[in-house]
């Protein structure tokens, strides 16, 4: 799983690649709880590079998501490939998360800067 950062309009996008699974979560989770712990409040996740995503994908974003909003953050998701965001509609989380096509949608989502 490859994990990279950037920052767009005071946004942190954090684009993921390769299959978020039981393998690859510990990973995934670490690196995001290291970015919330800098004080970062306003995150899209880009799954535009995830092929799969398992029950330990879907917990570590769930468990982020909890994270992000408990800290008075928000959380998008961005570019969903078919399967993926299949199990996010069998799971019906695509209910529960905010999911747009393209990083630059979701940054606009967020509006202007704070």
Do not use: C, H, N
């Amino acid at each position: 799983m490859d994990v990279s950062v950037r920052e767009d309009r005071e946004v942190t996008v954090v684009a993921l690649a390769g299959e978020l699974d039981a393998a690859s979560s510990p990973l995934v989770s670490e690196s995001l709880e290291k970015l919330l712990a800098t004080g970062r409040q306003r995150f899209v996740i880009d799954l535009v590079g995830v092929s799969v995503v398992d029950s330990s994908g879907l917990s570590t974003l769930v468990r982020f998501f909890k994270r992000v909003r408990s800290g008075g953050g928000r959380l998008r998701l961005v570019g969903l490939q078919r399967p993926v965001r299949r199990v996010f509609e069998l799971t019906r989380l695509d209910r529960a998360f905010d999911i747009d096509g393209a990083v630059a949608e979701a940054v606009r989502a967020f509006g202007g800067a704070g």
